[in-house]
């Protein structure tokens, strides 16, 4: 079976601090993706990213950036210069191809402006 | 756009009666699922189905069925509501895994908000 660990239940920082979301996914495959997604106050999620665990190369779009390290099964997000835009529940989920997915328990980050 | 509409956002019902939760989606994806979520859990898998009249139980199927009689619609039954199925139910749908770079990507719903009093 899959787990999904988010270190992080709730963060709050002041705007334009960097903040920083851990993840961490355990399996047995050896082939899985892991994903990021956002739920604004509106409800809908949101995808963000979508990492293959083949590919441990880091990821930024533009304030996001992505860190995946298969040793320690990690799969961190970071914001940078955060903005009260941000503020949602952010979930890491994992799981095989089928799009069947594992969900942590999700982050709630509050920026304060 | 991508689109997965769910027919009700609120929903107030009694215990013991049998709730339909609809879905549709019109990106002609072959998987579509149904995630309930709690505070503090997170989303949980509840039924998910690779194809018309194809469906296989989730982390928690107990108390739920579903049906998918049309590629573009899945929808999630209560056969007798209870109080402890009070809950978001989000409904998602992704392309196969062999059909593209956002395969297996989920795109969801906005979601259904039961309350079974």
């Known amino acids: 079976a899959q787990k999904v660990t988010q270190a992080q239940t709730e963060i709050s920082v002041v705007e334009k601090e960097d903040v920083t979301l851990d993840c961490v996914y355990e399996?047995?495959?050896?082939?899985?993706?892991l994903f990021w997604y956002k739920q604004p106050p509106s409800g809908e999620l949101v995808f963000l990213i979508r990492?293959?665990?083949?590919?441990?190369q880091n990821e930024i779009s533009g304030r996001y950036s992505w860190n995946f390290q298969k040793s320690t099964s990690s799969f961190n997000f970071t914001i940078t210069a955060s903005q009260v835009v941000d503020s949602a529940v952010y979930f890491c989920?994992?799981?095989?191809?089928?799009?069947?997915?594992?969900f942590g328990q999700g982050t709630i980050l509050t920026v304060h402006p | 756009d991508v689109k997965v509409t769910q027919s009700s956002r609120y929903l107030v019902k009694r215990t013991g009666e049998k709730v339909f939760l609809e879905c549709v989606q019109d990106m002609d994806h072959e998987n579509m699922f149904w995630y309930r979520q709690d505070p503090g859990l997170g989303l949980r898998l509840i039924y998910f189905s690779y194809d018309v009249k194809m469906k296989e139980k989730g982390d928690i199927p107990e108390g739920y069925s579903v049906s998918r009689e049309k590629k573009e619609r899945f929808s999630l039954i209560l056969e007798s509501a209870s109080t402890n199925q009070t809950s978001m139910y989000l409904c998602a749908s992704s392309l196969w895994i062999v059909r593209g770079r956002e395969a297996n990507v989920l795109t969801f719903g906005a979601g259904s908000r039961l309350t079974v009093l």
């Open positions: 399996t047995r495959d050896t082939t899985y993706y």
């Open positions: 990492r293959n665990s083949f590919d441990e």
């Open positions: 989920a994992g799981g095989t191809s089928y799009g069947k997915l594992t």
